[in-house]
């Protein structure tokens, strides 16, 4: 569960207040606003990386609020998806196992698992530079979701992918969701990805957030992500 | 908007009209001066600078001769020279990489109150001439807490600050440090604050995020401080001769060398060692160009 209660996040001198929403357990929630309301903010808060001056931050049945980014259990997938260039996408997908101490037959054994279910395996043992943009999106999810988080955040994964591969990430996010059971909080500006994702919508407006919910009786749109996925 | 408006709006539109006419003196083809001039100047300009460089190592090679280089090699003054030079160069080299890399990290990804007035206090050693540095060294180690620093030193190693090898190291460090934390901020400025961010919520603590993953990312800007720190250091010779005097086997360093040959009118041997440093430059600038240009991230 990703719940928010009247949470007031400070950064520099951009300030949200008064935000609440609650994803159950397990399920997608999409966060939609125009590009500078706070989104992004909002998310790192979540993550831990902003101040959060008010309020109450709970994952799953822990109250994180004060708690430092390492011990929320979390995955965060940034916009720029920020690989480390030194690193092979094998490495990255151990890092955090690696800090967590895992024995080595352990964190390989977990590492080809991940390459299995991303469709990485044929570029473990390469380096960031030269990955295209699907593959990259599929190592910074691999790298967030490799020490089992609860809650995956997601930057707007799917800007700068051309249809072909927004389309494959779109389906890769709805496997993870299902067969990981993770609860997924997603920023992007695109409704389409909104209708195909989302089991909850939340729209961020002037500061405010306020939950959008989905119209079953509206037109089906031509989505650039294909079908919704019930 | 009010009559006289729009009829001056009427009126531009008709200039408008009228000058896409192919009678219109606008509508000539477009003609372009020729860049001869611009790649010319750019050229002598460039070019008299560069003259200048390789006119100076080719006069100094010209000066020089391998019976004079030989002579120069084998005095044992000359030799201590070169050893304490490398020495030195090293070791302010290593402690300028420890205090550049923590001093430019905090620069980069901190904002506190009073960071500009820091900045600038960094700035000092690069902006003052370096005899002022020597000079202000001096005074800070004749002072009550410099005398008694000195002490506590001499307590601990056996060896003085002042006119003594740790005064070279001292001196050097001053001025080559400044340069290495230019560097080492540029370096973090220019690694995205992300993939720390990215390691935090991955299970790292601060100091694992930094040496895991930020500090390789800056493997390159690491090596062009340390190259600079260890050129400046080789170079330096101001703060060096009154910080740590000019003494023969003692705190004699390349520079010095130069200095010490010139006074005794010995100009061929001065120019030896000045060919020695500029080859060592150059071997210097050679390695960082090569494993600068190496494509690691690959």
């Known amino acids: 569960m990703i719940a928010l209660h009247d949470v007031s996040v400070q950064a520099g001198t951009f300030r949200l207040d008064h935000i609440s929403l609650t994803i159950p357990t397990g399920e997608y929630g999409i966060l939609m606003g125009k590009t500078g309301c706070g989104k992004t903010t909002l998310l790192e808060a979540i993550c831990g990386l902003k101040r959060v001056v008010a309020g109450r931050i709970i994952l799953g049945d822990h109250d994180v609020t004060r708690l430092k980014p390492a011990e929320r259990g979390i995955g965060f997938v940034p916009q720029d998806k920020a690989l480390f260039s030194t690193m092979t996408v094998y490495e990255h997908l151990a890092f955090a196992l690696r800090i967590r101490n895992w024995d080595e037959k352990a964190l390989d054994t977990r590492v080809c698992e991940l390459a299995e279910l991303l469709d990485i395996r044929a570029i473990l043992p390469r380096r960031?530079?030269?990955?295209?943009?699907?593959?990259?999106?599929?190592?910074?999810?691999?790298?967030?979701?490799?020490?089992?988080?609860?809650?995956?955040?997601?930057?707007?994964?799917?800007?700068?992918?051309?249809?072909?591969?927004?389309?494959?990430?779109?389906?890769?996010?709805?496997?993870?969701?299902?067969?990981?059971?993770?609860?997924v909080l997603h920023i992007t500006h695109d409704p389409h990805e909104a209708m195909r994702l989302a089991q909850h919508i939340f729209r961020l407006e002037g500061g405010i957030l306020n939950p959008t919910s989905l119209d079953p009786g509206a037109p089906q749109l031509h989505s650039s992500c294909g079908n919704r996925i019930q | 908007m009010k009559p006289q408006d729009l009829c001056a709006a009427c009126a531009n539109v008709e200039l408008l009209m009228t000058s896409t006419n192919s009678d219109s003196p606008y509508h000539a083809p477009h003609k372009v001066r020729s860049d001869f001039p611009f790649f010319v100047g750019l050229f002598l300009l460039s070019g008299v600078y560069l003259f200048l460089i390789v006119a100076m190592v080719l006069a100094n090679s010209a000066y020089t001769s391998a019976d004079i280089f030989a002579r120069t090699l084998a005095s044992p003054e000359i030799r201590y020279a070169i050893k304490l030079s490398l020495i030195t160069c090293s070791i302010t080299t290593i402690l300028s990489l420890w205090v550049a890399t923590a001093l430019g990290y905090c620069m980069s990804r901190f904002e506190f109150r009073g960071k500009s007035f820091l900045d600038s206090v960094l700035d000092i050693p690069i902006v003052l001439p370096p005899l002022v540095i020597g000079l202000s060294l001096l005074i800070l180690f004749r002072s009550g807490p410099g005398i008694?620093?000195?002490?506590?030193?001499?307590?601990?190693?056996?060896?003085?600050?002042?006119?003594?090898?740790?005064?070279?190291?001292?001196?050097?460090?001053?001025?080559?440090?400044?340069?290495?934390?230019?560097?080492?901020?540029?370096?973090?400025?220019?690694?995205?604050?992300?993939?720390?961010?990215?390691?935090?919520?991955?299970?790292?603590?601060?100091?694992?995020?930094?040496?895991?993953?930020?500090?390789?990312?800056?493997?390159?800007?690491?090596?062009?401080?340390?190259?600079?720190?260890?050129?400046?250091?080789?170079?330096?010779?101001?703060?060096?001769?009154?910080?740590?005097?000019?003494?023969?086997?003692?705190?004699?360093?390349?520079?010095?060398?130069?200095?010490?040959?010139?006074?005794?009118?010995?100009?061929?041997?001065?120019?030896?060692?000045?060919?020695?440093?500029?080859?060592?430059?150059?071997?210097?600038?050679?390695?960082?160009?090569?494993?600068?240009?190496?494509?690691?991230?690959?």
């Open chain 2, 148 to 298: 008694w620093f000195e002490d506590q030193f001499v307590a601990l190693t056996g060896y003085r600050i002042t006119y003594a090898i740790p005064g070279v190291i001292l001196a050097q460090f001053m001025v080559a440090c400044a340069f290495a934390v230019r560097t080492m901020r540029a370096t973090f400025d220019e690694i995205p604050a992300r993939c720390e961010h990215v390691a935090l919520t991955l299970g790292c603590s601060r100091s694992q995020a930094f040496w895991s993953v930020s500090l390789p990312e800056a493997r390159r800007g690491l090596l062009v401080a340390a190259t600079l720190a260890w050129a400046r250091s080789l170079g330096e010779f101001g703060p060096i001769l009154i910080f740590a005097g000019a003494t023969r086997m003692k705190t004699e360093v390349m520079p010095t060398s130069v200095f010490l040959q010139m006074s005794i009118g010995d100009i061929e041997s001065a120019v030896a060692v000045s060919m020695l440093m500029i080859l060592a430059a150059m071997a210097v600038l050679v390695v960082v160009r090569f494993w600068g240009t190496e494509s690691y991230v690959r």
């Open chain 1, 128 to 183: 960031p530079y030269g990955l295209s943009g699907g593959e990259s999106q599929r190592v910074a999810l691999g790298r967030a979701l490799s020490a089992h988080p609860h809650v995956l955040c997601l930057d707007e994964p799917l800007s700068a992918l051309d249809e072909h591969t927004r389309q494959e990430i779109c389906e890769l996010l709805a496997t993870i969701r299902a067969q990981l059971g993770v609860t």
